[in-house]
């Protein structure tokens, strides 16, 4: 299977990388697509972070078969995943990337594209259309920052995946004179190996740099001499290993072209392109006598090297770098001649590095304090899987940067966050007031609660969404002071008073504000019904004592008369009570029964969900104590033939009675209520919910629909106590349509509940 890639392991990779060194200055960090921290036991001196599971991509016969078998696909939602790879500032590294698509893209009928960026100053395009075919991309880097983000932007099909990635520290030596520039492309030939031959890299060279055979179609002749004495040479800049000056190209002349075009450039190239080649001669060969020297001329793309003459000698390495500008159609053509000064007639080439060579300079950067209050945010609404710079090399979806062309600036700040319908739950945080550039800031349709933060300090802001939430209290006054054009507040819990600064924006046609159905806010007729509750004037009720005097007076003497009413009913239909042990006596007097409280059934019987069977009083389910033993719960439902007395006869005569052949009794539970009571602003938002179902019914139906059943029991709560009104069986139409309905018309429905039409 293939593991698909989650933030929490990129973050983990970076974590991993820190100061893992082995001799010579070099830092290997391989990423191996498998699943735990492991040693590398091919590479003894490697270090491994295995990040996923094992991905059979088929065979592989390519230049590190392990780190190819396996991969890691990011599929989304984010467009952009990142690894965080911490690195030592002002050092040089070699960054490689191995993409070797196998049976994960072979079955895709559309070439695989997305795009990689190494920091924020580069980035290149990765096509993959032979999924059999390894892609291996090289960048060599003096690094400006004490970080650099390896970052996979989806592209316009597939998904971006990866099988390794390495991480090494080079020596100063390597490269000298490319501060300043990223070499990419890299494409090392040891010279006189056959072609066909394995490549050769750590430890054969201890900066683990890649060197391959000679490349399919050359015919250049080559030989080796497995004794020559390369082992102990003084040391020379970029350091050639050993092993790669055992081998040469020896012709009496030498000439071939390369490529660069083949090799796609990044999206961050220059126009004007160059390219970076190194030459290494080192004489190998045993026929040559003591007066014989061979000295050769080097020229690119006609043009004679500065270096050249060269003299080849036996107990040192030349090397031969050079920057040089690249033609229009990237092709290259060397020649390698003996100079007229030689005295041997034939040319030697040891080894040649080609690369790409492109200004790596950060021409913008994204604010720090952007990136600090970004990074909060995500924290604080469980956004982790969003990594890497906020802005570079590609912005995250939600957000938009700065653009320094119409801006002016090379400092990147953002200007609006879309965080519409992302499910985001609790507080709306602190931190968004900090990104003080922001002009559009929309956080609706998810389910965030609390007030609304001070965002004073969006001075720009002029489009904020927040409906479509449960965010309560009152709406703050400095939204007054903000040059907002469009607030939207509908479908929340807001309440109190609109403040009179928005209000005036609103008159004056400046401000399009919508805040329906936030049944606390006085607004745009709203009747602020928690304000209704208490705001009879003083007038009002003096003028009308009496009526309210005799009102309650009323009241109380009907109260009284229904409940004389109701107890002689009771009196009529108890029954004996000879069989009824006084219970509040015996349990009280029972030291062993056990008073459950409500929380403790529910973890009891694993909230009711296992029944043993149905008896006469109602329900009993099968339980666990919390020291394992099995338990009965039975539980008295109202409305079984047995009445809460007879049930309570029960629980008093176990209470006493002990014996081993007897159920064992443990504990009861008598709630004082069945369910907790609502307050009161959350009753007024039922009724409103009810009351808006019922006017829909009367009023905006066509024909308009009479209910005839309206009561409590039809009534219904979702889990977020929204009223529903339900039972349409006996509603009937109200316009003449209903004598050819075919719809009963008489008087229908429950005593005391009938609509009054």
């Known amino acids: 299977m293939i593991n698909k890639q989650k933030a929490s392991y990129q973050t983990m990779v970076g974590e991993g990388a820190r100061g893992i060194r082995v001799a010579a200055k070099l830092l290997h960090l391989v990423i191996f ?3 735990l921290l492991q040693r590398a036991a091919a590479q003894g001196d490697f270090t491994s972070i295995d990040c996923g599971s094992t991905a059979n991509v088929g065979a592989v016969d390519a230049l590190n078969t392990n780190a190819l078998q396996t991969l890691r696909y990011f599929p989304g939602p984010a467009s952009k995943h990142c690894y965080d790879i911490k690195l030592v500032a002002n050092e040089i590294y070699v960054i490689r990337l191995a993409f070797l698509g196998g049976n994960f893209t072979s079955g895709s009928s559309t070439v695989t594209s997305f795009s990689v960026s190494l920091g924020t100053a580069y980035s290149q395009d990765i096509r993959v259309s032979d999924p059999w075919t390894p892609i291996v991309r090289e960048a060599t880097f003096t690094t400006l920052q004490p970080y650099s983000p390896i970052c996979f932007q989806r592209g316009a099909s597939g998904d971006p995946f990866v099988n390794s990635i390495e991480v090494r520290l080079h020596s100063t030596a390597v490269n000298q004179g ?3 520039y990223i070499l990419t492309n890299m494409f090392r030939i040891d010279c006189g190996v056959k072609s066909g031959s394995p490549s050769s890299r750590y430890p054969d060279d201890p900066f683990d740099r890649i ?21 102990n040479l003084p040391p020379v800049i970029d350091l050639p290993p050993s092993f790669m000056l055992k081998s040469a190209w020896n012709a009496s002349q030498i000439s071939f072209t390369w490529n660069m075009s083949a090799f796609p450039a990044g999206p961050t ?8 080649y190194i030459f290494y001669f080192l004489e190998i060969a045993d026929d040559l006598n003591s007066t014989e020297t061979r000295v050769v001329d080097l020229s690119v793309d006609g043009n004679l090297n500065r270096h050249s003459p060269i003299t080849v000698m036996s107990n040192r390495t030349t090397v031969v770098n050079y920057l040089d500008l690249l033609g229009d159609n990237g092709i290259i053509h060397v020649s390698v001649v003996p100079s007229a000064t030689s005295t041997y007639p034939v040319a030697l080439v040891s080894a040649v590095e080609f690369a790409d060579a492109q200004v790596y300079d950060i ?40 653009d320094p062309a119409t801006s002016g600036s090379s400092i990147l700040d953002i200007t609006a966050l879309n965080l519409s319908g992302f499910n985001l739950t609790d507080k709306i945080p602190a931190e968004v007031a900090g990104l003080t550039k922001l002009t559009q800031l929309a956080l609706d349709g998810n389910k965030l609660t609390g007030s609304i933060p001070d965002l004073s300090a969006l001075t720009k802001l002029t489009n904020l969404q927040l409906h479509n939430n449960s965010l309560s209290g009152p709406i703050p006054e400095f939204l007054g002071s903000l040059p907002l054009n469009v607030l939207t507040l509908d479908n929340n819990l807001f309440e109190g008073k609109l403040p009179a600064s928005l209000q005036e924006k609103v008159d004056a046609g400046v401000l399009t504000l919508s805040a329906a159905n936030n049944p606390f806010l006085c607004f745009g007729g709203n009747p602020c019904l928690q304000a209704k509750a208490s705001s009879l004037s003083t007038e009002h009720k003096s003028s009308h004592i009496g009526v309210i005097i005799g009102a309650i007076a009323g009241g109380l003497a009907l109260f009284l008369v229904l409940l004389l009413l109701f107890l002689y009913w009771r009196s009529l239909k108890k029954p004996a009570t000879k069989s009824v042990i006084g219970r509040g006596k015996l349990l009280a007097e029972s030291s062993k029964v056990k008073s459950f ?5 529910t973890t009891i019987t694993s909230n009711f969900s296992k029944i043993l069977g149905r008896g006469g009083f109602g329900d009993v389910y099968q339980g666990e104590l919390q020291g394992g033993q099995k338990v009965a719960v039975k539980v008295n439902n109202a409305n079984t033939k047995y009445g809460e007395e007879q049930f309570l006869n029960e629980v008093a005569l176990l209470s ?4 081993r052949n007897l159920v064992s009794f443990i504990g009861f539970w008598k709630p004082d209520t069945v369910l907790g009571t609502l307050d009161w602003k959350t009753r007024l938002g039922i009724l409103v919910n009810a009351s808006k179902g019922i006017e829909y019914l009367h009023n905006s139906c066509n024909p308009p629909i009479i209910h005839r059943d309206i009561k409590t029991a039809n009534i219904l709560l979702n889990e977020q106590l929204v009223a529903k009104v339900a039972d349409f069986g006996i509603s009937k139409l109200t316009s003449d349509e209903i004598a050819t309905a075919g719809v009963s018309t008489q008087v229908k429905g429950s005593f005391g509940y009938l609509d009054p039409e």
């Open 597 to 601: 409280s409500w929380a403790e059934l």
């Open 656 to 659: 006493v009675i002990h014996h």
């Open 269 to 276: 190239i220059e126009p004007i392109r160059f390219y970076w």
């Open 211 to 231: 060197w391959t055979a000679d490349p399919p179609g050359f015919s250049i002749p080559g030989f080796t001499n497995a004794s020559a004495p390369t082992e």
């Open 33 to 35: 697509c498998f699943g």
């Open 178 to 180: 490319m501060a300043g």
């Open 363 to 402: 021409k913008v950067t994204t604010s720090p304090a952007a990136v600090t209050n970004i990074e909060a945010i995500k924290d604080k609404l469980n956004l982790s899987e969003w990594q890497g710079d906020p802005c570079l090399a590609w912005p995250y979806d939600w957000l938009n940067c700065t």
